[in-house]
């Protein structure tokens, strides 16, 4: 593909967070952009005002410009557009291609169970189809207020190649005629999501396939319009665990709850990339390398599975691939005040290794700089039975600093005996960070305290 060729779109109807499952077709389409240097467009499809909410248009571009993915050409609003839209209403009107539809919801529910009942797929019955110009001005005259259908030619095959799902084939008796414009003269989906492609020069649509069936209504308008026709692709689905669509019951579902959960933009991609696409590409990427490794041949039919595991995962490479500049600031938060630089960097070595999240350190924070220590019961166990002694010895052995090998020969203690009962005492839990720079990021005098707090006999 020549790069002057690809042009891909993302197109959201701003009337709720950016999903997950949203957040994925966006990278996808970025990506294909990116693979063949081509353009990456963002377009607000905005024309139901009802559900439309400024708030929501203002997030999902701060949602997506946070994942990276940025567009190259300023955002289209399909609600300025309704000029575009109504000079290919007049054209399709012109060459006879739409009708006048008067049937009202109640006619059109009535009609479609009763094709249901039969057996027959629901379509719509073509009631308006052939109706005469007195009949039309009869209904107007009685203030009813038509739609606009298209004429779905009769009698052809369609046949078309999905980027995805590879060859497709339908009957246009099948697909029945479609609404193009609403009663209240606003372009409906199918139209104006098709004409905008056409004019925005899109060569490719990667979208869900929930959008599967939509795509022969597409392909007929915009023939019909002499305009060209994007090649189409419908990504899989993204379910939970348990194999049901991602919903609030498998916990965040949206870009926002995951950043205030504290995970990564580039974690999230990681994860969102290998959703119904393979790469035999397994380690940490950036978006580049992923553009890189893009290919429409990887993306697979088969629904793909968000895994808060995995995404854990990525964002514990993440994690692991800062700088200890870059964790300085992205546990500046957590940090006590007026830490000195050497005890912040002992700190992050401590922990780093044991973070997913940056909440994740609170404890360890807390731990290492705080005054009171709260003891899960196996540790206070194991403090206690190693005797005031042991903890006595080890105090001794604590100077400016507290040295492992010091301890350990003041002690004369070696193995689980030594490691166990010392991690106790000073973290009050028997997990965690190793021990050694541990020490080194803990005040001296507060390892001493909390040593000599065991160095007296227990009840």
Known sequence: M????????????PSGELHLG????ALFNFLLARAH???????IEDTDSERTQERFVEALCADLSWLGLHWDEAPVRQSQR??????YFQQLERAQRVYACFCTPLELDLSRRSQLASGRPPRYAGTCRELSAAEILVRQARGLRPSLRFRVPLGQRLEYQDLVHGPQSFLSDDIGDFIVRREDGTAAFFFSNAIDDALMHVSHVLRGEDHLSNTPRQRLLLEALGLPVPLYGHVSLLVGADGTPLSKRHG?????????????ASAIDNHLYRLGHSTSLNQFLTLEQMAQGFELAHLQRAPAQFDSTQLRHWQREWVHALTPGQAREWLAPLLPAGLDQSRTLAFITAVLPNVVLAEDARLWQQIIFGDGLSFEEPALRAAQEAG?????????????????????GATGRKGAAFFMPLRAALTGRLHGPELAPLLAAMPAERVRERLLQFARVHP
């Open 2 to 13: 020549a790069s002057s060729f690809v042009v891909t779109r993302f197109a959201p109807s």
């Open 388 to 408: 005031p002694e042991f903890f006595s010895a080890a105090a001794g052995a604590v100077r400016e600093s507290a040295d492992l090998a010091a301890l350990r």
């Open 82 to 87: 309704a000029d575009v839209y109504a000079r």
């Open 22 to 25: 949203n957040a994925r077709t």
């Open 252 to 264: 965040a579902t949206s870009v926002r709850e995951l950043r205030q959960e504290g995970y990564a």
């Open 37 to 43: 240097r081509g353009r990456f467009l963002l377009r």
